[in-house]
């Protein structure tokens, strides 16, 4: 049986990580969590934030490049939206239900 503590306190960092600005530590935090806990919950959150980390970049790359163009300006704010909202609605998850791993929806997996 694993900490039920524990599992909420890193699987919310795993997720809360995406705020931090330098890009490096946003998506160390993650990595460090997936190599340091046995918890296969904690894991999979992990796994989570680093995808949903890898999917905000992107896209952020790419409605940077169109708001040269003016398209990725009306983009921003639905952005803005997913990077924060979902990024708190799954902090919020991993606090309230501690069994399961949050899934980001609309994202795709490489880890």
Known sequence: MYDTDKRKLLSAVAHASIF???ALVSIGVPIA???VSDDP???EN???AINF???IWL???IIGILSWILIGLLLVPFYFLAHWG???WAIVTSLSNSDHAFRYPF???LV
């Open 107 to 109: 994202i795709f997996r």
């Open 86 to 88: 979902l990024a708190i």
């Open 33 to 35: 969590i997936l190599f």
């Open 59 to 61: 896209w952020g790359v």
């Open 53 to 55: 980390h890898i999917n």
């Open 41 to 43: 919950v904690v894991k």
């Open 46 to 48: 992990a796994k989570e």
């Open 20 to 22: 931090f600005s330098a």
